[in-house]
């Protein structure tokens, strides 16, 4: 530690002990100056008389969600609470503030500071309590007030409330061991003060005994900001809570003070924790909304405040908009990463479907018609964000379809190869475990997810819990839960708790090629080189759009190793009786083709996978193993559609004569063939009757529709039969061929550079003379 942490801390921890002498003596930590005109002159997102006519258009332009809303504002006033993935949790007659309700454990009512929070044994999972205490559905509450003239639904705000106060005085309990969850209720009761404002039973006493516990949240979170503790998430929602505190409430006495302190933070969080690319820096994409979100509320709470924007700032958001526009392009974000489960808004949008609800409201601030394309719709959280004016400029906004060209995320490692014809995309995960100890990282590199339409057909399989005894968080954060190679039964990095690892990988990208019609990627991870007998697991990706992805995976390294792939098939799909590998729900289809004779352990068996925090849910799991003597690959062809299940084809490996240059398989179904050729080291290579030096080669031809493609990367000359097909002056990084019906069309990264000396056409003769070498001489060769 420097010394400004060790500081900080010691100071942290001397001011708590002090409180609890504080506490104990009966001090009064709210005091009692000025809390009735606290709100005087503050600024939200809404002013309280405008609370009627925003509740009446919600009804007019929401009607679902205003019944849902009503709904859900009857469960609470029974004690029946929907929190993260669990559904009609029962707190009896008299909510117990401290029990994890799911486990049957009770915080101990101890000075927060000697809470355990981690300890199942002691609290349980302390998110299940924390989730409640929020107090999120006092927002639901007070919408329903106005949604239907009840006031039963504002007195029960104000009797939970009141018992609240009661059961948590300060400094005692699990309630105020995390600063990031005063934050929260904080910003709950914010909320819930704006809407109930102009409430009669919200007399002018509730109003300043509401403010009075608002103080006191302020100065906690103040006090003990997550500086160094958790410099992510956890210091951004108290930054925020901070800054909204001092924005609404301006008559509090710190409050200038809490709110410059907030924005501040806000604004280095945003310059600090996101990377150029505009993703968030530890590495989750539930986490990556998580903070924009936060971003977003402040940004538009600063201008509806007249603070100083940065041009930095708004540039920032925009970068992490166009990141989430671009997993989202296919129709759902796919999770990577922890799932924490909450949200900042609508604690029930908390699925995966829900991540690109910032789109709806950001295009409004931004004028992007392509975040309203895909956001497809205004949500009730752009209604409160930006009032009636906001939503009808979501209305008359433009829209328009995003790019949809493959692209990068090179900071934060990820490479999206998108199909438009399908409206389907293939993630590659390529980046590291997050920032500092990787707490909110998976040990995933080189993992892949596949969406197809806003279906999720290769899934990672979420986080369910953050502690318990099943052993769930380690599985789930693992290896073997992700789609990637497990070597000797080892994850990529070793777990030194729920939140942090030792030995972190380091994921290379070694080509990324985005052609006309195809993508290919290599990258390769050292999460293995701390094995007594080191392993690299490298793997290629090359995508033919509208048609297939092939998957290579190779274990470079010296002696016998357990090898392990294992490929998490979307919940929806289930194993096509007819074919072992060949998945369908009626809608799409995904088959999983390997090499015919591979000689691997096939097996496929259902295991649970989480889709939202404590939710468990099982899917399909396909795996391929064996003990094999290193260097060892393995190939498996993704194809997805809308019925596959009939006929996906067959893969053979080309090659069978042992050889360790050149990896090569042909896939044919029909009248398609398709050819593919990796090569494992620099310099000419021989498979076949092709050669070349180049990394990779592929070629393919449709008898029926007579169209002839040949692709290479990373070369300079293919030949064909000993005859050159085609020449580079140069190394270049790809060059794409196409020919049919007479016509040819030549793309390349470096077109002046590239010849075409033979064509197509005449490469492929009859059966399967490009393959062994054994067809009929009358070819053109």
């Not at 296919?330 to 609508?346: E, N, S, T």
């Not at 409201?361 to 009032?387: I, Q, S």
């Not at 099982?618 to 809308?642: H, K």
């Not at 140069?730 to 550079?753: C, M, Q, T, W, Y």
């Amino acid at each position: 530690m420097e010394s400004r942490e060790v500081f900080d801390r010691l100071r942290q921890s001397l001011t708590a002990r002090v409180d609890l002498l504080r506490y104990r003596l009966g001090y009064d930590f709210a005091g009692d100056a000025g809390y009735e005109h606290a709100a005087v002159g503050g600024r939200f997102f809404f002013l309280p008389a405008e609370v009627p006519s925003l509740s009446a258009l919600l009804k007019q332009r929401f009607p679902s969600q205003s019944n849902d809303i009503v709904i859900q504002a009857e469960k609470i006033c029974r004690h029946q609470f929907d929190l993260l993935g669990y559904e009609n949790l029962d707190f009896g007659r008299e909510i117990d503030w401290h029990c994890d309700v799911v486990h049957g454990k009770r915080a101990p009512r101890t000075p927060w500071f000697s809470v355990k929070y981690l300890d199942f044994e002691e609290v349980g999972d302390s998110k299940i309590t924390w989730e409640l205490n929020r107090h999120q559905h006092f927002v639901t509450l007070a919408k329903a007030h106005w949604l239907t003239g009840d006031d039963r639904y504002a007195s029960e705000i104000l009797a939970q409330w009141a018992h609240w106060q009661e059961e948590n005085p300060y400094p005692i309990g699990i309630n105020w061991a995390s600063s990031l969850e005063v934050a929260y209720r904080s910003l709950s009761w914010t909320w819930t003060f704006f809407l109930l404002r102009e409430c009669p039973l919200f007399t002018a006493d509730w109003r300043q005994q509401w403010v009075r516990a608002l103080s006191v949240n302020g100065r906690h979170i103040a006090n003990y900001l997550s500086t160094y503790f958790s410099p992510n998430t956890h210091i951004l929602g108290e930054a925020e809570a901070l800054f909204f505190l001092g924005t609404a409430f301006p008559g509090l006495e710190t409050a200038k003070k809490w709110r410059e302190l907030g924005w501040r933070i806000l604004v280095d969080g945003a310059r600090t924790q996101v990377r150029e690319d505009g993703f968030y820096f530890e590495q989750s994409t539930y986490y990556h909304v998580y903070a924009l979100d936060l971003f977003l509320h402040a940004r538009i709470l600063a201008g509806l405040s007249g603070v100083g924007i940065p041009p930095e700032f708004d540039q920032t958001l925009e970068r992490m908009l166009n990141a989430l526009l671009l997993f989202g392009r296919a129709g759902v974000v796919p999770a990577i990463g922890d799932d924490d489960g909450g949200r900042l808004f609508d604690a029930r949008r908390n699925a995966r479907k829900h991540l690109l609800d910032p789109l709806a409201t950001a295009a409004v601030l931004y004028r992007r018609g392509d975040f309203k394309f895909v956001a497809g719709a205004p949500l009730e959280e752009t209604l409160w964000l930006l009032g009636s004016e906001g939503l009808a400029e979501f209305e008359t906004l433009p829209s328009f379809e995003p790019s949809a060209d493959s692209a990068a995320l090179a900071s934060s490692g990820y490479y999206l190869m998108a199909d438009a014809d399908s409206v389907q995309q293939l993630v590659i995960d390529s980046g590291p475990l997050g920032s500092g100890n990787g707490g909110h990282g998976h040990a995933d590199a080189l993992s892949v997810c596949l969406i197809r339409n806003g279906r999720n057909l290769l899934i990672d399989s979420g986080t369910f819990e953050y502690v318990g005894h099943g052993g769930e968080r380690a599985r789930l954060r693992g290896t073997g839960a992700h789609n990637t190679m497990l070597v000797d039964g080892q994850d990529q990095a070793e777990p030194t708790g729920p939140f942090s690892w030792k030995n972190s990988f380091r994921a290379k990208v070694e080509r990324w090629i985005v052609g006309r019609d195809f993508d290919f990627f290599e990258g390769s991870h050292d999460g293995y080189h701390r094995l007594p007998s080191p392993v690299t697991h490298r793997r290629w990706v090359f995508h033919r759009k509208r048609i297939l992805s092939f998957v290579l995976d190779r274990a470079e390294g010296s002696g016998r190793h357990q090898l392990d792939l294992a490929w998490h098939i979307g919940a929806t799909l289930s194993p096509v009786a007819s074919k072992e590998q060949v998945f369908a729900d009626g809608r799409d289809s995904l088959a999983l083709l390997t090499a015919e004779e591979h000689g691997w352990g096939e097996s496929v068996r259902r295991d649970y996978w989480s889709p939202v925090y404590g939710q468990p849910e099982c899917a399909s799991v396909v795996n391929f193993a064996a003990q094999v003597e290193l260097p060892a690959d393995f190939a498996t062809l993704l194809i997805a559609g809308d019925h596959i299940e009939t006929d996906p084809g067959r893969l053979v490996r080309w090659n069978t004569d042992g050889s360790r240059t050149t990896s090569a398989f042909r896939y044919t179904k029909g009248a398609q063939e398709h050819c593919f050729v990796f090569c494992h080291r620099p310099g000419p290579w021989i498979c076949g009757l092709w050669a070349s030096d180049a990394d990779f080669l592929y070629c393919s031809f449709d008898r029926e529709r007579e169209q002839y493609n040949l692709i290479l990367c990373n070369g300079t000359y293919a030949d064909a039969g000993g005859r050159r097909v085609i020449s580079c002056e140069r190394r270049i990084d790809f060059a794409e061929v196409s020919s049919a019906a007479g016509k040819v069309d030549l793309f390349s990264s470096h077109p002046e550079n590239v010849l075409l000396q033979l064509p197509l056409e005449s490469v492929w003769g009859v059966g399967d003379a490009m393959v062994q070498g054994t067809g009929p001489k009358g070819i053109g060769l």
